[in-house]
């Protein structure tokens, strides 16, 4: 499943791209599933505008859209990944993978494509001037201040992790940067949120931009693997100090890693760093 770092990463990769191209035609597949308003409704909506850009809001990637000569947004396009799908821009000769769902031909010549063989990934169109722009559910994590993330916590009765993945609260965090950065806050996943001191608050608050930033960044030399024809390869991972390392030993301390499963997640921890 795409996490928050590599979705900014091709939403970033898109915007490069596609950034003032313009939408001439739109083609969508049979499957009715990645699409939350109805196909026909999205393709007259798609048709002609203009992308004005292309950004990231929590696991989404929205496109900006235009009416030709206008600089303010008047519709949105808004992907979201779910666990395997994949946006693609390409030239029209280009291989059309199995599980293509949409096809939108550009003015530049370029096609974007949204490819997603399970068919958990979704696809929504919004009129401005109907809809309200997406803010998506939660508060943005790379961006949100000290005092507002404390505030998300505070009597809170549900494991530090579990409100981490809550998407209500911070939208886009997933498994390997919660497990990444309650480690690098010392903090034991299993604490509940409501308990946890400032101090231990404003570690966690560092280490989560300090682990997504860094991924970002990493993220950002392989944009052109992720937009290209062959689609996912080459995404440089943060270096996992816990996640996926079940009994190896911490990189601080060498005790084994434990793994343990909370909010029905796999989690990972080092029980002597994180109390
Ligand atoms: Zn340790």
């Known amino acids: ?94 291989l059309v993978a ?29 009129a401005l001037e109907n809809d309200q722009a997406f803010t998506g559910p939660g508060t943005e994590p790379t961006t949100i201040p000290l005092d507002a993330f404390a505030r998300l916590f505070r009597g809170r009765k549900l494991a530090i992790k579990a409100a981490l993945l809550n998407q209500t609260l911070l939208h886009g965090v997933g498994n390997i940067y919660a497990d990444e950065s309650l480690f690098r806050a010392g903090i034991r996943p299993r604490r509940m949120a409501g308990r946890i001191k400032p101090a231990e608050l404003a570690r966690l608050h560092a280490a989560l931009q300090e682990v997504l930033q860094h991924a970002i960044a990493l993220g950002g030399s392989s944009v052109s693997d992720y937009v290209d024809a062959n689609g996912v390869r080459g995404f440089f991972q943060l270096e996992h100090r816990v996640y ?3 009994g190896q030993p911490c990189l601080v301390c060498g005790t084994p890693i434990r793994r343990i499963v909370l909010a029905g997640r796999g989690t990972h921890y080092c029980p002597v760093c994180q109390r």
């Open 98 to 126: 199995p599980h293509t769902h949409a096809r939108l031909t550009l003015a530049s010549g370029r096609e974007m494509r949204f490819v997603d063989p399970r068919r958990f990934g979704r696809l929504e169109f919004r």
């Open 244 to 246: 996926l390392r079940t």
């Open 1 to 94: 499943m795409p996490e928050l770092p590599e979705v900014e990463t091709i939403a970033r990769g898109v915007d490069d791209r596609l950034r003032g191209d313009r939408i001439l035609e739109v083609w969508f597949g049979s499957h009715t599933q990645p699409f939350k308003n109805p196909p026909a409704e999205q393709s007259a909506g798609l048709e002609s505008k203009v992308i004005l850009g292309v950004h990231r809001v929590g696991k989404h990637i929205v496109c900006e859209l235009a009416t030709p000569g206008n600089e303010t947004p008047s519709a949105q396009w808004i992907v979201h990944l779910g666990m395997t799908g994949r946006l693609l821009v390409t030239t029209p000769d280009g």
